[in-house]
């Protein structure tokens, strides 16, 4: 049964190509917003915390700072309204879910950047 499911998963779902990217990482994802009869495209700039799941139902977390708050967004990989995704730095982890950066502030919230 669950063959099945993926069967049909990976052949009516369209896949959009999306640039690699892992836990550490901060990207920009470009997403539409509808409000009403209007539709306006939105970024969202932060670090990825997780990627979770896999084929059509792979979802990936972010996290940003707005002021003195942290923001988290849950995005699904195969969202109609997302247009764009930009890496901007690769972070260098140890983890593939680094939670522990929820508890950092200042300098300690920082992530080395990879080398390529």
């Not at 999306?18 to 994802?29: L, M, N, R, S, W």
Request: hydrophobic fraction near 35%; proline fraction near 3%.
């Amino acid at each position: 049964m669950e063959s099945l499911v993926k069967f049909v998963q990976d052949e009516f779902v369209t896949k959009k190509e999306f640039p690699e990217f892992a836990a550490g990482d901060t990207i920009t994802v470009y997403y539409e917003i509808r409000e009403g009869e209007k539709v306006r495209t939105q970024f969202f700039r932060g670090v990825v915390i997780q990627r979770r799941g896999s084929g059509s139902s792979e979802t990936f977390t972010i996290r940003k700072m707005s002021g003195t708050v942290g923001v988290e967004r849950i995005f699904p990989i195969n969202l109609p309204a997302l247009q764009k995704i930009e890496v901007n730095k690769r972070g260098k982890v140890r983890r593939a879910r680094i939670y522990y950066f929820r508890g950092l502030t200042g300098k300690k919230a920082r992530i080395t950047e990879r080398r390529h």
